[in-house]
């Protein structure tokens, strides 16, 4: 038999005993998530046991390395692991920008110190993350962000504000892009750093949304002060960090979490619309325009598991990273669309401000993938410039 073979038995063997039946079910809502952290309360005791036996395996990060808590797996039993988990629709046991952001970021740039004091609690779920990057007048042109980082002697003395900080409100920990030299040239005097959201003079102010629910948040710092061991890379050489930890969120994004880019939900929910029409969908272009997603899905997963096999020996996409991004946001959009035409004025039933339908939430929610971790317009640039080497004007 062969290596993966074997592999491939015993990851089915111990899912098959391990993962709980209530977690056999695609994730529908941001509700069914498990984002860990200091106060997370588990929605059930299948959720939490699921939890920790995954993170006992360090399968909730399996391609890690061992000694920081991970599974050590190699890139092709992390793909076996990821199919076996989809066959029998096992929920990811823990989501969150520990996994996808930072801890990346920190396996990359960080100390060994670093690596050995944060990388294990995100592998159990034990501290939640956000990212403060954006501010007010610091979007697409991230590098003009104006949030002070003072030295005072081992420490730094923060102050300005951040904006769009998802879940800030309930994260314990953020990754955040400070100036520490107002001198240099823009991308230059920017350095990385990292510190407890329960810090003195750290304070957060949901931003409520046209889906109903808040996400994220005002984020302001008042004299907070973070230790200068807390630096990522370099002092003023944080735009490094920043940008390598950017191919880490695009590519997570692309990918959707666990079932944003599953066909699955707009096939069923054409087979449910058809049952009054003798089996087959009666409109001929919604028809087509839905084998389409089906097919562009299909192309769209295949590349990216390319684009994944190419960066075997580690690393990130680097610039193709906004090709995954680009592509798998503009589809999901689309899909939304699609299951919306489906169900029609039954995606939008609201009541007591809560759908009932999820369709008409996640369509609204799709509106924000073509902006979040950079705009499709800024996707477009770096495709332009770094992968295509178009001239610049
Ligand atoms: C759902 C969601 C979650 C988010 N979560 C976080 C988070 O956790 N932490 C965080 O720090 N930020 C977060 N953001 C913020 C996000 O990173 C920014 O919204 C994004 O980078 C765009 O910046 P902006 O909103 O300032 O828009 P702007 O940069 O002001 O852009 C406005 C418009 O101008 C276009 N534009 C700007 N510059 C150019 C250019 N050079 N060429 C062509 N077109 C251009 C843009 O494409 C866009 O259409 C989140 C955003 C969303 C929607």
């Not at 931003?207 to 370099?234: H, K, M, Q, W, Y």
């Not at 096999?309 to 680009?326: D, I, M, N």
Request: with cysteine.
């Amino acid at each position: 038999m062969a290596e993966s073979d074997e592999f491939r038995s015993e990851v089915v063997e111990w899912l098959a005993e391990n993962c709980p039946n209530e977690m056999r079910h695609p994730i529908e809502s941001d509700d069914d998530v498990c984002w860990g952290g200091r106060g997370w309360a588990f929605q059930s005791t299948a959720q939490e046991i699921w939890l920790r036996r995954m993170a006992a395996r360090g399968w909730t990060a399996p391609g890690w390395p061992k000694e920081y808590g991970g599974g050590g797996l190699s890139p092709e039993e992390c793909r076996i692991l990821d199919q076996e988990m989809r066959r029998i629709a096992a929920r990811p046991p823990l989501e969150g920008f520990g996994l996808s952001m930072i801890g990346p970021a920190l396996l990359e740039f960080g100390t060994e110190e670093q690596k050995t004091a944060y990388l294990p609690p995100i592998i159990n779920g034990e501290i939640r993350w956000c990212q403060g990057y954006s501010e007010p007048n610091a979007g697409s042109d991230l590098a003009a962000l104006r949030t002070s980082a003072v030295r005072d002697g081992q420490e730094f003395v923060l102050n300005g504000q951040k904006v769009w900080t998802s879940y800030a409100d309930r994260a314990d920990w953020i990754f955040c892009l400070v100036r520490t030299n107002p001198e240099a040239k823009k991308q230059r005097g920017i350095t990385f750093l990292l510190f407890d959201m329960q810090s003195a003079g750290v304070s957060t102010r949901p931003i409520r949304l046209i889906s109903g629910s808040s996400p994220f948040c005002e984020t302001f710092f008042d004299n907070v002060r973070v230790p200068v061991a807390n630096v990522v890379g370099e002092i003023d050489k944080g735009w490094d960090v920043a940008k390598y930890l950017l191919t880490h969120e695009r590519e997570t994004i692309a990918r959707g979490g666990s079932n944003l880019f599953d066909a699955n939900d707009l096939n069923a929910a054409a087979a449910k619309a058809a049952t009054q029409t003798g089996g087959r969908l009666a409109d001929e272009i919604l028809r087509a325009e839905i084998a389409r997603a089906a097919i562009d899905t299909h192309a769209f997963e295949a590349t990216r598991a390319r684009y994944l096999e190419e960066t075997e020996q580690g690393g990130s996409l680097g610039p193709r990273s906004a090709v995954a991004k680009l592509t798998g946001t503009e589809f999901n959009k689309r899909r939304q669309e699609l299951l919306v035409s489906l169900q029609g004025l039954e995606s939008f039933r609201w009541e007591n401000g809560a759908s009932e339908s999820s369709t008409g939430r996640s369509w609204l929610r799709s509106k924000g993938n073509s902006i979040e971790g950079g705009t499709t317009e800024i996707m477009l640039e770096i495709i332009a410039k770094q992968i295509l080497e178009l001239p610049k004007d």
